[in-house]
């Protein structure tokens, strides 16, 4: 089995990222610019480019969910997702 290397995880975040502004923001009426500036201040945004977690490794929904839970203050949720 091929090891996964640097240049892999960095894309995968960044597409993930990216699917995940995009859809905050169709969702909430702002710019993708604004989006991602919110997401990027995020304990979701923290762990999804630590690439120790492997969150990189999930879709950009469930990433989304837990952006969500995270933006209501929903922790116990936010851990569950």
Do not use: G, H
């Not at 091929?2 to 905050?24: G, L, R, T, W």
């Not at 710019?31 to 630590?50: G, H, I, P, Q, W």
């Amino acid at each position: 089995m091929k090891e996964v290397n640097d240049n892999v995880i960095e894309v995968c975040i960044e597409s993930i990222a990216a699917q995940v502004a995009d859809a905050y923001a169709d969702k909430q009426n702002i710019s993708v610019t604004d989006a991602m500036r919110l997401f990027m201040a995020t304990k979701t945004y923290e762990l999804l480019t630590n690439p120790k977690s492997y969150l990189y490794l999930e879709a950009a929904p469930y990433v989304e969910d837990m952006l969500y839970a995270e933006l209501s203050d929903d922790w116990e949720n936010w851990m569950e997702v």
